[in-house]
């Protein structure tokens, strides 16, 4: 059953009660926190208004005569003709403006010059940094520390806020679990609870304890919702969920960033069952609104609204605006529907003034919380000074950078590298500085990344030890190539194989059918392992990448992703050891493209291909491939070997509202000092409704000195064995469930818990 745009009242509350309950324990702030005269300020304004001020009030544009490369080029006004529109109350707010001199114009149209004074918002893509390039969100995702996420999106809020910037499309907390997919490089991965924690850090960070500090953005957890389940990982595609799956995998993140604090949200561009999310009132008004009691409010994404006339869902741009208004779209991005068709639809009487007053009394709120009736040109002044610190936003780049890098290999401990006495070839077309930054670098002003090139000549004793070659383009053979690559590697005591995907394969409408290293490439990394040297892939992605051959079985392989600023240095703190890597796939890597879309928390099938079974026909399996993942969801090493042991799960006694307790050794046998991040993961083996055959429920990143031993403790509670049932409730069921605690989503030591029916209110449980 999909999400429809209207329900009788009784089923509609059962399908959303759900959504309530599951994964959420506080209540969506709301902006009724304002004191008593803001608020009669706000009224007074509405009373005031004109309806097509009303409107204007809903309408978002990109600035005037710009075109940004986030969004499709198209028809602009001339400045002169947008100031007279911000004069005229027809615009809220604008979007991706850089620079002070032009908002301040159009902060003085609508303060200064317009009938009503009240200013506008300035919102932009801040994806992973502004000033400071940050990494991908979904690197960031692979250092498994929410903690760390927050401090970067406070420091990208701190340098746009000193642009004037007040509000942020972000963070994305889309569930991916197609790697074809683009926009999975704005997420957290394909886990829902590691996903809702990242939700929750980044809106903390963006929006800091309190919106209206001069430093504070409004964030929007995006799309909303179901759009990383596109059909075939195609961006901008339909999406066909059950409700069930739409609640238990696709909206927790949402409801996490929501009680985090978030006052936006940006509806998706897809349908989910038929119905386009931008129209969809079952999402926008009875999930949000109706069951998790949000009060801010929802904006299209990029023309989203005008798109339902492309999906066949309304006849023409007056059908669009009214749809998307009344299924509870309050801001119109770049279209100017509601602009053009909110008023005649309010005089007709096709849209209630109370809809409309409400959007608009939203709206003002939150530009009321964040300070800008009170200070319009906070952060648009030209300050003398540095804005921000430099120095130390960067010192944050390097360290975030490093702590995402995942190492998938390291055979004959290879890896790390001596600075002195080894000569190393650095092959590939990433040596340089080209693509570090990754998707969503839309402002100027940054300053020069730093390449591997640079970094590693910076680290070795002697740099002359170090030489640099090509090789092949990212897609295409260079002339002579490899046979220099070759010639290098043969030279070499060790080869540093950049390789990958440019930062125009993953992002927005970059979906890919094929996820596999491209063939130039490929052929280069063959013919350069033929030499026998050790080889050290250093892999530049913003997906899941199906890794084979000489990829796939090189000695080390790390998982460089999109870096940011602190690309190179980052990459030799890790290459020398001065860094240990400690990140961990937020996404798992298939062995095969064929097997996408792949995650680890897929459903049991009746005839199931255990692993430790031989394979047979008649089972759910491939013919040229089995089961597994290439790299686990959760997979990375360190540069110490640990050891798992010791699991123990405790009796609970307590009645069925208490908890039980998940303990297990963890013995560092190496020489180093490990950082380890220890997984939790659960499963019901008989339930009413199939359940998948893990699912994370806790993680803990541990530091542990070399030949030490530190015990890791998961507390489980009800709330963590709960499900939505089949008359759609939130439920859980008594029965057997097994628990897994170990270094990722395959494997790790397996004990068993026994939970008891509901009359004797106990648990019982035994580990092994």
């Not at 506008?120 to 929410?146: K, Y």
């Not at 749809?323 to 007709?348: C, H, I, N, W």
């Not at 000569?423 to 670098?441: E, H, K, S, V, Y």
Request: aromatic letters at 8%; proline letters at 6%; hydrophobic letters at 45%.
């Amino acid at each position: 059953m999909s999400v429809r745009s209207s329900f009788p009242r009784l089923a509609l509350l059962l399908l959303l009660l759900p959504l309530a309950l599951l994964g959420a324990c506080a209540t969506a702030p709301s902006p009724g926190g304002l004191d008593r005269a803001s608020l009669a300020r706000i009224e007074s304004l509405i009373a005031r208004m004109t309806v097509e001020e009303k409107a204007g009030q809903l309408s978002l544009y990109a600035p005037a005569a710009v075109d940004t490369v986030a969004n499709p080029q198209g028809a602009r006004q001339s400045e002169e003709e947008q100031l007279a529109q911000i004069r005229a109350g027809r615009v809220t707010g604008l979007f991706n403006n850089e620079g002070l001199e032009g908002k301040r114009r159009a902060q003085q149209a609508a303060v200064k010059e317009s009938r009503l004074g009240i200013p506008l918002i300035f919102g932009a893509d801040i994806i992973h940094g502004f000033r400071t390039v940050f990494p991908v969100p979904l690197a960031e995702a692979a250092s498994w520390e929410p903690a760390l996420a927050e401090r970067t999106a406070h420091a990208s809020a701190v340098e746009a806020t000193a642009d004037g910037f007040r509000w942020t499309f972000a963070p994305m907390v889309d569930i991916a679990r197609d790697a074809r997919w683009g926009r999975g490089i704005e997420g957290a991965g394909e886990d829902v609870h590691l996903g809702r924690q990242f939700a929750a850090a980044r809106v903390r960070g963006f929006q800091g304890p309190e919106l209206g500090r001069a430093n504070a953005m409004l964030a929007t957890p995006k799309h909303f919702a179901g759009y990383g389940a596109a059909e075939g990982g195609l961006d901008y595609n339909a999406v066909d969920l059950s409700e069930r799956t739409l609640r238990e995998v696709y909206l927790p993140p949402f409801r996490a960033a929501i009680d985090a604090g978030a006052l936006s949200v940006m509806s998706a561009f897809n349908e989910i069952g038929g119905i386009p999310s931008n129209a969809n009132r079952a999402l926008l008004t009875g999930v949000l609104r109706e069951e998790w009691g949000f009060q801010g409010f929802v904006v299209s994404d990029y023309t989203a609204d005008e798109e339902l006339i492309a999906h066949g869902f309304a006849a023409d741009g007056r059908e669009a605006a009214k749809r998307a208004f009344l299924a509870g779209t309050d801001v119109s991005m770049q279209s100017g529907l509601y602009m053009k068709y909110l008023p005649g639809l309010v005089a007709e009487g096709e849209v209630p003034m109370s809809r409309l007053d409400d959007a608009v009394r939203r709206v003002l709120r939150i530009k009321q919380r964040l300070g800008l009736f009170d200070h319009p040109f906070r952060g648009l002044e030209d300050a003398p000074g540095p804005r921000f610190d430099a120095a130390a936003h960067q010192a944050l780049a390097r360290e975030a950078a490093g702590r995402s890098i995942v190492m998938l290999r390291n055979e004959n401990d290879v890896l790390p590298l001596p600075r002195s006495g080894r000569r190393i070839a650095l092959i590939g077309p990433f040596a340089g500085t080209d693509d570090l930054f990754g998707p969503w670098r839309i402002f100027p002003g940054q300053q020069p990344p730093v390449g591997i090139e640079q970094a590693i000549r910076q680290s070795l004793a002697a740099p002359e030890l170090l030489t640099v070659v090509r090789g092949a383009n990212v897609e295409t053979p260079i002339p002579g190539g490899i046979e220099a690559a070759v010639a290098a590697a043969r030279e070499a005591d060790v080869v540093l194989l950049s390789i990958g995907e440019n930062d125009q394969m993953s992002g927005e409408a970059r979906s890919r059918s094929d996820i596999e290293i491209p063939r130039a490439q490929q052929e280069l990394a063959e013919a350069v392992a033929a030499t026998g040297k050790p080889v050290v892939v250093l892999l530049r992605n913003g997906r899941a990448l199906a890794l084979r051959g000489a990829v796939r079985n090189a000695n080390a392989v790390l998982v460089t992703w999109f870096l940011g600023s602190q690309t190179g240095p980052a990459i030799a703190d890790v290459l020398f050891g001065d860094v240990n890597p400690s990140g961990r796939l937020p996404v798992s890597f298939p062995q095969t493209p064929g097997q996408v879309p792949y995650y680890y928390a897929h459903k049991r099938t009746g005839r199931p291909q255990l692993a430790d079974a031989p394979a047979t026909f008649y089972k759910a399996r491939y013919l040229d491939a089995t089961n597994d993942p290439a790299f686990a969801f959760g997979h990375g090493m360190g540069y110490a070997r640990v050891r798992y042991d010791a699991l123990e799960v405790s009796p609970a006694r307590t009645s069925w509202d208490g908890t039980a307790t998940v303990r297990a050794r963890i013995t560092n046998t190496g020489q180093r000092d490990a950082e380890e991040v220890a997984q939790l993961y659960v499963a019901h083996r008989a339930a009413s409704i199939t359940r998948p055959v893990r699912e994370l429920k806790g993680f803990r990143k541990l530091r542990i000195p070399a030949g030490q031993s530190a015990t890791v403790e998961f507390t489980l509670t009800r709330a963590d064995l709960m499900f939505i049932g089949q008359d759609m409730v939130p439920t859980v069921e008594p029965g057997q469930f097994d628990l897994w605690v170990g270094p990722s989503a395959a494997g790790g030591l397996r004990g068993g818990m026994t939970l008891l029916p509901e009359s004797r209110r106990s648990f019982f449980f035994s580990g092994n």
